[in-house]
């Protein structure tokens, strides 16, 4: 059984580039989140997606966006970037929207670098 | 809204010797409380959580955490430390009315010493 899967594993971008990372959830789960983790800190939310709708949101600037296809794997677009979008980036998922009691099992990354 | 502490930005232990990794939350209702282990190039793996019931949790690996409400705590603790626990561990809080929206701490980085 795979788990959650991420890709590309890294990412260069000059400021002002698009960026798209790619999710795939774990079998049988339909709700994805992502987050950002900058250099020594902790994950920070930036959105969750179910039914392919975007269901919550972080602190996180319009630039970021999303999207949830049928099979339930998900994308982040990030545009215009700045230097200080250069983060690991999680995707976790997890079987529904039934809240905190459920596990959220986490992909390894995307480490993105804005230079 | 809300927060997660980890006060303890880097621990060194030696290998067989006791853990404890501190962890303070602020949050008005009743929290879900997380331990999450991040290795190197890894993901970020579940260690236990506490929903309700017995404040004291066991997780994988043979780590423990005890939730205290009367200090906002849930420390981890482990009495002895193996080699491969070296890594980096978050505390994370949920609830509720933010879904599966966590919010989590700084970390806690762990150097294991022979």
């Known amino acids: ?115 | 809204a809300q927060s997660v502490t980890q006060p303890d930005i880097h621990i060194t232990v030696s290998e067989g010797a006791s853990l404890e990794l501190r962890c303070n939350y602020s949050y008005g209702a009743t929290p879900y409380l997380f331990w999450y282990v991040q290795s190197p190039g890894q993901g970020l793996q579940l260690l236990l959580k506490y929903f309700s019931g017995d404040t004291l949790v066991q997780g994988i690996k043979g780590f423990e955490a005890e939730f205290k409400r009367s200090q906002s705590s849930f420390n981890l603790r482990k009495p002895s430390v193996h080699w491969s626990d070296a890594a980096e561990y978050f505390c994370a809080v949920g609830a509720w009315d933010t879904g599966n929206q966590f919010y989590f701490g700084t970390g806690t980085s762990l150097t294991v010493i022979p």
Request: aromatic fraction near 12%; charge should be negative.
């Open chain 1, 1 to 115: 059984d795979a788990g959650v899967t991420q890709s590309p594993t890294h990412l260069i971008k000059t400021r002002g580039q698009q960026v798209t990372l790619r999710c795939s959830p774990k079998s049988g789960h339909d709700t994805v989140s992502w987050y950002q983790q900058a250099l020594g800190q902790g994950p920070q939310f930036i959105f969750q997606y179910y039914e392919e709708e975007e269901r919550q949101r972080g602190n996180f600037p319009d630039r970021f966006s999303g999207h949830q296809f049928p099979n339930y794997s998900s994308e982040l677009n990030v545009n215009a970037l700045l230097l200080g979008d250069s983060a690991l980036y999680l995707c976790a998922s997890s079987p529904g929207l039934a809240g905190p009691f459920d596990t959220q099992y986490f992909g390894p990354g995307t480490r993105l670098t804005v230079l």
